[in-house]
């Protein structure tokens, strides 16, 4: 075959211009540490990159939303602690006030209940970022109001049974409040309870505070079963942040697999396309210049 | 040693082949004794060409000249669509609806409805940037096929122009090879814009036709135009003829061109206007029937607006409700602030079903649309890769029957300069025998 300098030098170029190509290629995805920055760099699997780093983002979401419902139901849980504290004097008291007393002794009796009852008024506002915990849906009204003159406790008119409802996961909707209603309106109402006490305290009348002993026991009956179904809800939310975390970490090695340069291999490359192309280079440089001219006088 | 000396000249004219002198020995002198030989004589200078491997180049060509095309513009494509990159609709759609569930952990939180906003406007500029940008793209992808036009009006120009020189050189002597040789490399730079087919007539004349269009005949060029046509659905653009008669040219740089502009960045502006138009109407419906942030004293709730506005990407845009107070984004299902059920409703339109007959979400259709993308990039890539390959491999094998060696036009010129010496010297010897002869006298 005949071989010109054209045909020579033409395809040399063609060769140094193609490594030039596949080391600017190499160079970025080292430098972006992503083998895929584009879509036509890896057109199969671009689709999964795109689904991956959306199921991330979701996964985050539901993360920060479990966190946020935790926090919410932490304080939740530690309001109803505090009422557990209240109602657990409350029974001395009521144990207390069946033996004779003094008169003076009985008002002081009066006298403490009516601050438990205010305390516990206070817990029922249990406020968590502004919003009110046993509020039900209607989080920014007070969801119960000790009138003035402390013979009421009234409950906000608009209602606090709503149920909070928080994406946990996908198609994974629950709720994480446990509402005023069931809390301290329930089957027991414990603000009347107290208001009954404190009047029997006042009263002076022994057999009716020893008969408010059985709705004080059922009062303190029916916190505790909140406090267990909130306690139960937290762990459940605790393992699904859990969970999500192992599978935040697994579908990240998957993504990183499938989208991340292999630096070791990358670097490999580069450095035997660079002696390629020094070569090729080294090469043009030489035969370009030899020639029969050179020989000749 | 001329013809030499021009080979050298040219050895770096683009299209020039290497032209050789055809010597015979001259007729013979008859004599009593038998034929005396007369020397040399020069029968004709031929360059040295192969038809077929024209043709072959050419046919290489059009392809070549329409993947380089196609993957140049699929890349401004790709670049446009910013995929996978934080800024590209995709994630920004994902960004927006996992936005809503956290709206729905916090519905009373003004913080997180101004953020959910401010998504909502990430999104929306993102729609109508691509759409934009894709319009831009299109004009000028337009402005290109006018000047690409141009220059395959320019080249029939010169051809036609040739033709006519050919045959006026080739009436008086023989082959006008220089001529043919500029005439090659036109036929070679026209097949990149077109795919030509040419027939050439017993005066040397070419002939020029392309998919459906006459581009040459004789010594006449007929200049093509190109337009754009609203033909009810779009805006197409359209080559014609010298008559203005429209053709459909699928080959070339200039198929390639109309191919994008007719067909890809419509499909393309096509799926973005869907996709915006699914979201703005599956996101109003569900937040149109929900209940605002109670405001005022005592507050009170008041039902759902529409979220967006617009009907598809270049009109998209959020309600001026929305704009003006983040309260009006409805989140509750009954009107008490601490209900998200609505939020929860809209950031779950992600996960409805809604194209192709209930089969794919907003985001299938979306991912599947980058994805063909991906793939046509690929495939124009790869065009063409393996077209520059074979073009490549049939330049070289012309290049190796017409292209110039020095080597070898530095070897001829040694054979002449020695056969000159040689032929010296017979003339120094006859004169020496002359003068002997004269002397003599």
Do not use: C
């Given at each position: 075959?005949?071989?010109?300098?054209?045909?020579?030098?033409?395809?040399?170029?063609?060769?140094?211009?193609?490594?030039?190509?596949?080391?600017?290629?190499?160079?970025?995805?080292?430098?972006?540490?992503?083998?895929?920055?584009?879509i036509?760099?890896?057109p199969e699997n671009i689709e999964k990159v795109m689904k991956f780093n959306k199921s991330?983002k979701m996964?985050?979401?539901?993360?920060?939303?479990?966190?946020?419902?935790?926090?919410?139901?932490?304080?939740?849980?530690?309001?109803?602690?505090?009422?557990?504290?209240?109602?657990?004097?409350?029974?001395?008291?009521?144990?207390?006030?069946?033996?004779?007393?003094?008169?003076?002794?009985?008002?002081?009796?009066?006298?403490?209940?009516?601050?438990?009852?205010?305390?516990?008024?206070?817990?029922?506002?249990?406020?968590?970022?502004?919003?009110?915990?046993?509020?039900?849906?209607?989080?920014?009204?007070?969801?119960?109001?000790?009138?003035?003159?402390?013979?009421?406790?009234?409950?906000?008119?608009?209602?606090?049974?709503?149920?909070?409802?928080?994406?946990?996961?996908e198609?994974?909707?629950?709720?994480?409040?446990?509402?005023?209603?069931?809390?301290?309106?329930?089957?027991?109402?414990?603000?009347?309870?107290?208001?009954?006490?404190?009047?029997?305290?006042?009263?002076?009348?022994?057999?009716?505070?020893?008969?408010?002993?059985?709705?004080?026991?059922?009062?303190?009956?029916?916190?505790?079963?909140?406090?267990?179904?909130?306690?139960?809800?937290?762990?459940?939310?605790?393992?699904?942040?859990?969970?999500?975390?192992?599978?935040?970490?697994?579908?990240?090695?998957?993504?990183?697999?499938?989208?991340?340069?292999?630096?070791?291999?990358?670097?490999?490359?580069?450095?035997?396309?660079?002696?390629?192309?020094?070569?090729?280079?080294?090469?043009?440089?030489?035969?370009?210049?030899?020639?029969?001219?050179?020989?000749?006088? | 040693?001329?013809?030499?000396?021009?080979?050298?000249?040219?050895?770096?004219?683009?299209?020039?082949?290497?032209?050789?002198?055809?010597?015979?020995?001259?007729?013979?002198?008859?004599?009593?004794?038998?034929?005396?030989?007369?020397?040399?004589?020069?029968?004709?200078?031929?360059?040295?060409?192969?038809?077929?491997?024209?043709?072959?180049?050419?046919?290489?060509?059009?392809?070549?000249?329409?993947?380089?095309?196609?993957?140049?513009?699929?890349?401004?494509?790709?670049?446009?669509m910013?995929e996978p990159?934080?800024?590209g609709i995709g994630n920004l759609m994902t960004?927006f609806f996992?936005?809503?569930?956290?709206?729905?952990?916090?519905?009373?939180?003004?913080?997180?409805?101004?953020?959910?906003?401010?998504?909502?406007?990430?999104?929306?500029?993102?729609?109508?940037?691509?759409?934009?940008?894709?319009?831009?793209?299109?004009?000028?992808?337009?402005?290109?096929?006018?000047?690409?036009?141009?220059?395959?009006?320019?080249?029939?120009?010169?051809?036609?122009?040739?033709?006519?020189?050919?045959?006026?050189?080739?009436?008086?002597?023989?082959?006008?090879?220089?001529?043919?040789?500029?005439?090659?490399?036109?036929?070679?730079?026209?097949?990149?814009?077109?795919?030509?087919?040419?027939?050439?007539?017993?005066?040397?004349?070419?002939?020029?036709?392309?998919?459906?269009?006459?581009?040459?005949?004789?010594?006449?060029?007929?200049?093509?135009?190109?337009?754009?046509?609203?033909?009810?659905?779009?805006?197409?653009?359209?080559?014609?003829?010298?008559?203005?008669?429209?053709?459909?040219?699928?080959?070339?740089?200039?198929?390639?061109?109309?191919?994008?502009?007719?067909?890809?960045?419509?499909?393309?502006?096509?799926k973005l206007?869907t996709l915006s138009s699914n979201l703005?109407?599956e996101?109003?419906?569900?937040?149109?029937?929900?209940?605002?942030?109670?405001?005022?004293?005592?507050?009170?709730?008041?039902?759902?607006?529409?979220?967006?506005?617009?009907?598809?990407?270049?009109?998209?845009?959020?309600?001026?409700?929305?704009?003006?107070?983040?309260?009006?984004?409805?989140?509750?299902?009954?009107?008490?602030?601490?209900?998200?059920?609505?939020?929860?409703?809209?950031?779950n339109i992600r996960n409805q079903k809604m194209f192709n007959g209930g089969s794919q979400t907003l985001d299938d259709f979306y991912t599947g649309a980058i994805n063909s993308l991906g793939i046509?990039?690929?495939?124009?890539?790869?065009?063409?890769?393996?077209?520059?390959?074979?073009?490549?491999?049939?330049?070289?094998?012309?290049?190796?029957?017409?292209?110039?060696?020095?080597?070898?036009?530095?070897?001829?010129?040694?054979?002449?300069?020695?056969?000159?010496?040689?032929?010296?010297?017979?003339?120094?010897?006859?004169?020496?025998?002359?003068?002997?002869?004269?002397?003599?006298?």
């Amino acid at each position: 075959m005949r071989i010109t300098q054209n045909y020579s030098v033409q395809n040399l170029l063609s060769r140094i211009n193609n490594s030039r190509e596949r080391i600017y290629t190499l160079q970025r995805n080292l430098a972006t540490g992503k083998r895929i920055n584009q879509i036509s760099d890896d057109p199969e699997n671009i689709e999964k990159v795109m689904k991956f780093n959306k199921s991330l983002k979701m996964m985050a979401q539901f993360q920060d939303n479990l966190k946020n419902a935790v926090d919410f139901m932490s304080i939740t849980a530690q309001a109803l602690n505090d009422a557990t504290d209240v109602l657990a004097h409350v029974k001395e008291l009521t144990v207390q006030g069946s033996d004779s007393l003094s008169p003076d002794e009985w008002n002081a009796f009066a006298e403490q209940i009516d601050q438990m009852l205010k305390q516990m008024v206070d817990i029922s506002n249990t406020t968590f970022k502004g919003r009110y915990v046993f509020g039900g849906t209607n989080t920014t009204q007070s969801p119960f109001v000790l009138s003035p003159d402390g013979t009421v406790v009234s409950q906000n008119a608009d209602g606090t049974s709503g149920s909070l409802k928080v994406e946990i996961g996908e198609n994974k909707i629950e709720k994480y409040n446990i509402t005023g209603e069931d809390t301290f309106a329930g089957s027991t109402d414990i603000f009347q309870t107290l208001i009954d006490l404190r009047d029997a305290f006042r009263a002076q009348d022994g057999d009716a505070v020893r008969g408010l002993l059985a709705a004080v026991d059922s009062s303190q009956n029916q916190i505790l079963e909140q406090s267990a179904n909130l306690g139960a809800k937290i762990n459940r939310f605790d393992m699904f942040a859990r969970q999500y975390e192992t599978q935040d970490l697994k579908l990240k090695q998957i993504l990183s697999d499938i989208q991340d340069t292999d630096a070791a291999k990358a670097i490999t490359d580069l450095q035997t396309e660079e002696t390629g192309l020094q070569t090729a280079l080294q090469v043009l440089a030489k035969t370009l210049n030899i020639s029969l001219v050179d020989y000749m006088q | 040693m001329d013809i030499t000396s021009h080979n050298i000249a040219n050895v770096n004219t683009p299209g020039f082949s290497r032209q050789r002198v055809e010597n015979k020995a001259a007729y013979p002198m008859q004599l009593p004794q038998g034929q005396l030989g007369l020397g040399v004589r020069s029968e004709q200078i031929v360059r040295v060409r192969d038809g077929l491997l024209d043709a072959q180049y050419r046919q290489t060509s059009f392809s070549l000249g329409n993947a380089t095309v196609k993957e140049n513009l699929y890349t401004q494509l790709e670049s446009i669509m910013q995929e996978p990159d934080e800024t590209g609709i995709g994630n920004l759609m994902t960004d927006f609806f996992s936005e809503f569930s956290n709206l729905a952990a916090d519905p009373e939180n003004t913080a997180i409805r101004s953020t959910l906003r401010q998504k909502a406007i990430s999104l929306v500029d993102a729609f109508h940037r691509k759409d934009e940008q894709l319009a831009s793209m299109q004009e000028s992808i337009r402005n290109d096929t006018l000047s690409a036009v141009d220059q395959v009006n320019q080249l029939t120009g010169q051809i036609a122009d040739l033709n006519r020189q050919i045959t006026t050189a080739e009436i008086s002597t023989g082959k006008a090879n220089d001529l043919r040789d500029q005439r090659d490399l036109l036929l070679d730079k026209l097949s990149e814009y077109v795919k030509i087919t040419y027939t050439e007539d017993q005066r040397g004349q070419l002939t020029v036709n392309t998919e459906g269009m006459n581009l040459v005949s004789g010594v006449e060029a007929k200049a093509i135009s190109a337009k754009t046509i609203n033909d009810g659905v779009q805006i197409r653009l359209q080559l014609m003829d010298s008559n203005g008669k429209t053709a459909d040219v699928q080959y070339g740089r200039l198929g390639g061109m109309l191919e994008m502009y007719n067909k890809t960045i419509p499909g393309m502006l096509d799926k973005l206007d869907t996709l915006s138009s699914n979201l703005v109407t599956e996101v109003n419906r569900l937040h149109s029937a929900g209940q605002r942030l109670p405001v005022g004293d005592p507050p009170t709730p008041s039902a759902g607006i529409d979220f967006f506005t617009g009907t598809d990407a270049g009109t998209i845009n959020i309600s001026r409700e929305i704009m003006d107070d983040v309260s009006n984004i409805a989140s509750s299902v009954d009107g008490t602030p601490g209900n998200g059920e609505v939020a929860i409703a809209i950031s779950n339109i992600r996960n409805q079903k809604m194209f192709n007959g209930g089969s794919q979400t907003l985001d299938d259709f979306y991912t599947g649309a980058i994805n063909s993308l991906g793939i046509e990039i690929q495939k124009s890539q790869n065009t063409r890769q393996s077209q520059e390959l074979l073009q490549q491999q049939i330049s070289n094998q012309r290049d190796a029957a017409s292209g110039v060696s020095l080597d070898e036009e530095m070897t001829n010129l040694i054979k002449y300069q020695r056969s000159f010496e040689a032929a010296a010297k017979v003339v120094g010897a006859v004169d020496e025998m002359m003068q002997t002869i004269i002397n003599m006298v």
